[in-house]
């Protein structure tokens, strides 16, 4: 074996074990958390999950504190709440950005790369600084025309979709400047409107980039607690807020708290693994040209 050979068998191992490293490390609070939801509630609370592990018994573990947070603690209806404004506040944003996407891509206009670049700018303008004026212009609005914004799933979805806005469209303008021009070229000789491109054309092919953003932005709304609390409240508590209130004044809910977490992350893991495969061609086409 070469030399060459050797240090590229010795490099992958090197690799391979620091990937498993990292790994172990980035699982073991999750693992943590899934055996603190199965035991018995004052082990939980007075002993650290890895007692149950150095010292094992077959009785100290319970399935309980699942069954308790979806009845008696009432997350199924926080479970409803967060697919209620996360799936509007995902999709949303998700087609307003694609027809964006597509103008800034094939349409030719004036102002149209100064345009883009402020739009991009947007991207530092953090999302906690703009709160309160938000909720002053929802009220504003609510006094004018009588119709309440603030409280309602409705607030939400206009924040989350107004923020997400920017890096959409810079994903799926980068995703469709490699689709080939001479492509949409053909369509418009053959009579085809813009919107029609766009909706039976660049639409599909965009799929990889649209699922790249949709996991980005699910991910988000759903783990998000602050544009939740702020703009729904407490009549329609989402999971997250659900997930504090269960912890108590005290911190004495921990074993609900882990077991009402375990569920809670189990949705993300479903949407990202049922959209993985188009993860990163979404995000590295356009990259290379």
């Known amino acids: 074996m070469s030399n060459f050979k050797k240090f590229a068998a010795k490099s992958h191992l090197g690799s391979t074990l620091v990937l498993i490293v990292i790994s172990a490390l980035w699982l073991l609070p999750t693992f943590g958390l899934l055996i603190t939801s199965m035991r018995e509630s004052t082990e939980a609370q007075t002993t650290g999950w890895w007692n149950a592990i150095t010292h094992f018994t077959p009785d100290s573990w319970t399935l309980q504190a699942f069954s308790s947070v979806m009845s008696n603690d009432g997350l199924g209806s926080s479970i409803i709440s967060s697919f209620a404004v996360t799936l509007p506040a995902t999709i949303l944003p998700l087609l307003l950005a694609a027809y964006a996407a597509y103008g800034f891509t094939f349409l030719v206009f004036k102002g149209r790369e100064f345009i883009f670049s402020i739009l991009i700018g947007l991207l530092v303008i953090p999302l906690q600084g703009a709160l309160v004026p938000v909720l002053k212009l929802f009220l504003?609005?609510?006094?004018i025309t009588g119709i309440e914004i603030s409280g309602q799933y409705a607030a939400a979805w206009f924040v989350h979709a107004a923020f997400a806005m920017p890096l959409a469209v810079y994903i799926l303008r980068n995703y469709m400047m490699s689709i080939p021009v001479p492509l949409i070229e053909a369509a418009k000789v053959d009579g085809a409107s813009n919107f029609t491109i766009f909706w039976r054309l660049v639409l599909p092919i965009s799929v990889p980039a649209l699922a790249s953003f949709a996991i980005f932005q699910f991910l988000w709304v759903w783990n998000d607690y602050l544009v939740a609390f702020v703009f729904v409240g407490n009549d329609h508590p989402v999971l997250t807020y659900k997930l504090l209130a269960m912890l108590g004044q005290y911190g004495e809910g921990w074993q609900s708290v882990a077991a009402g977490s375990f569920i809670s992350m189990s949705v993300p893991l479903l949407v990202?693994?049922?959209?993985?495969r188009y993860f990163i061609r979404?995000?590295?086409?356009?990259?290379v040209k």
Request: glycine letters at 14%.
């Open 140 to 143: 504003k609005f609510t006094a």
């Open 272 to 276: 990202f693994f049922s959209l993985q």
């Open 282 to 287: 979404g995000l590295t086409a356009g990259a």
